[in-house]
């Protein structure tokens, strides 16, 4: 079984910055994908990027030139670095493992979620 435990989160003002951290129990070339979603309050869970194990990203337009999505093969961590946050960024954020096909990652693994506000 995968565990994915994620860090980072809190409450920011809008503008503000966070980075999340999303670290794997196990070596990180073992999955195709790894990425972030987010689950907004009575909002469908949708996504907000990825990483392909070859180095390819895909982010949504909602946040792209905001947010950067690295990884860190040595320490079997992903980093979502979020800059110029608004409120509408705030949701549950989901580190998640699986596959890509397109734009897409369909997981096979998720973390258990960690709350990011963006407020004033």
């Known amino acids: 079984q995968e565990h994915l435990v994620e860090s980072g989160g809190g409450l920011v003002q809008p503008g503000g910055s966070l980075r999340l951290s999303c670290a794997a129990s196990r070596s990180t070339f073992n999955f195709n994908a790894m990425g972030w979603y987010r689950q907004a309050l009575g909002k469908q869970r949708e996504l907000v990027a990825s990483?392909?194990?070859?180095?390819?990203?895909n982010y949504a337009d909602s946040v792209k030139g905001r947010f950067t999505l690295s990884i860190d093969n040595a320490k079997n961590t992903v980093y979502l670095q979020m800059n110029s946050l608004k409120p509408e960024d705030t949701a549950v954020y989901y580190c998640?493992?699986?596959?890509?096909?397109?734009?897409?990652?369909?997981?096979?693994?998720w973390g258990q979620g960690t709350q990011v506000t963006v407020s004033s």
């Open positions: 990483i392909t194990n070859t180095g390819r990203t």
């Open positions: 998640a493992a699986g596959v890509s096909s397109g734009s897409n990652l369909y997981p096979n693994y």
